[in-house]
């Protein structure tokens, strides 16, 4: 298994100077922000118009936006999802938004109402849609468990499971870490807008983000901040399927500073993962960038050169293998991030063509992972390698350590935290049936593991 310098079994913590003592503390307060402002666009058959309010500023909320399109020829018959035609006409909407129209009975398709959101277009098929108004969600607190690995008054370092998901999202309004806060911090429930909310599938940075809401009560906190909108500070954000470190912060000045951080890319983040395929170099830095991929919302991609399709942003990361496993069919990567792209490592391990294992969105499948394994597996453990790889349910990545400048005492405090016991479990496997150490790094194997 994967081990760090920790005080525990399966975390570590340090700083420069002094080690910090774990303290569960509840905030004094979180911090408060304007209402963010409300677009809307009107869309004509020949493209877009603006709207603006009385004060001239445009509104985003995109709440009546019509589209009146006829399908062209260019797509394959019965191949293309209704949903995904129309998120891909209007540009900066989440596919939530236009499945919930699509179930508010808001699209016609040849004239008729078509609320299934899976309908499939064809080519001459006349499609009308309006936009559906925003739905308010509500997160509550919730007595989730956390596996807090250090807290103090002014923040939180969370290892976060893998699984769950970091904001509440429309039809994922429960389980979440949000939800978990609110309760950890006592705050009182929080309502939202869809399009205020934050999902692994929007196209955003996972770096300077918060979670915007609106509370109906701030009992408790000081009256400067009961204001309509407050919001649990965190700073950044990982993947559902994305286990490990993740920070929070509890008040204003801290959220300012970590965000300064992750701005000027101070703040340091490693990550390991599992990969189909050893990368080649063995080690390098990766800089392609990262967009949405036009074919499938829920996938980005990188794309290297010129890029006219996808609105790509500029996205770096060094990797260097660690392990070489199976006879090279997979490896044991080690991530540093330089900037912070959704799906960032995932879309930068796939252009060097080793997607992480378990990774079903960007080609990491069980199939493919099986293919590699079986040529390089003894007979003797071919039904214990079909059991793991059938058991893999997401992509095996883990934030295994991150270091900043504490907020408030200016310390640079570094954490660790080991992968969980899935990752370890195909680590294990694919460690018996080869390995070639390329290098430990900073990482050491213990428990029987060399």
């Known amino acids: 298994m994967l081990s760090l310098n920790s005080s525990c079994a399966c975390c570590g913590v340090s700083t420069a100077t002094r080690a910090f003592h774990f303290q ?4 004094p307060s979180l911090f408060s922000f304007s209402p963010i402002k409300n677009f809307k666009f009107a869309r004509a058959v020949s493209g877009f118009s603006d709207e603006s309010n ?6 985003l909320n995109y709440s009546g936006v019509r589209l009146e399109e006829i399908v062209d020829g260019g797509i394959k018959s019965g191949k293309l999802r209704l949903d995904s035609w129309i998120s891909s006409r209007i540009n900066g909407i989440s596919r939530a938004r236009v499945q919930s129209s699509i179930k508010a009975g808001l699209v016609h398709v040849n004239g008729r109402v078509v609320d299934k959101v899976s309908f499939n277009v064809r080519a001459g098929d006349e499609i009308k849609c309006t936009i559906a108004e925003l739905q308010q969600l509500r997160a509550v607190p919730e007595n989730i468990p956390l596996d807090i690995v250090f807290e103090d008054e002014h923040l939180l370092v969370i290892n976060k ?8 999202a429309p039809g994922n309004t429960s389980g979440t870490l949000v939800n978990g806060i609110l309760h950890h911090c006592n705050l009182p429930n929080v309502e939202y807008s869809k399009e205020e909310a934050l999902s692994d599938t ?10 915007s809401s609106k509370a109906s009560s701030c009992e408790g906190l000081d009256s400067r901040l009961s204001m309509p909108s407050i919001r649990p500070g965190i700073v950044h954000r990982l993947d559902k399927g994305t286990s490990g470190l993740l920070v929070v912060a509890k008040d204003e000045h801290s959220h300012k500073k970590l965000s300064e951080q992750f701005k000027l890319r101070t703040i340091k983040r490693v990550y390991v993962s599992l990969t189909a395929g050893v990368p080649t170099p063995v080690s390098g830095r990766v800089e392609v960038p990262v967009g949405r991929d036009p074919n499938n919302r829920l996938r980005m991609t990188a794309v290297a050169g010129a890029v006219n399709s996808i609105k790509a942003r500029h996205a770096a990361s060094r990797y260097k293998v660690i392990e070489i496993l199976a006879g090279g069919s997979c490896a044991l990567v080690e991530w540093k991030l330089e900037t912070g792209r959704t799906h960032q490592i995932r879309a930068h391990a796939k ?8 990774d079903e969105v960007y080609g990491g499948t069980k199939s493919m992972v099986l293919s590699l394994l079986r040529p390089r597996t003894a007979p003797s453990l071919h039904g214990e390698m079909v059991k793991v790889v059938s058991e893999l349910d997401r992509p095996c990545l883990h934030a295994l350590t991150l270091g900043f400048e504490h907020p408030h005492t200016g310390e640079q405090v570094h954490f660790s935290c080991e992968p969980p016991v899935d990752f370890n479990e195909i680590l294990s496997h694919l460690r018996r049936i080869g390995r070639d150490r390329i290098s430990l790094s900073k990482v050491k194997f213990v428990k029987g593991a060399l």
Do not use: C, Q
């Open 24 to 27: 569960l503390r509840t905030p």
């Open 161 to 168: 499971p893998a699984h769950m998901v970091v904001h509440p």
């Open 54 to 59: 009385p004060n001239g500023e445009p509104k």
């Open 351 to 358: 252009y060097l063509g080793v997607p992480l294992l378990g």
């Open 202 to 211: 929007e196209d955003f940075d996972d770096e300077l983000n918060g979670f």
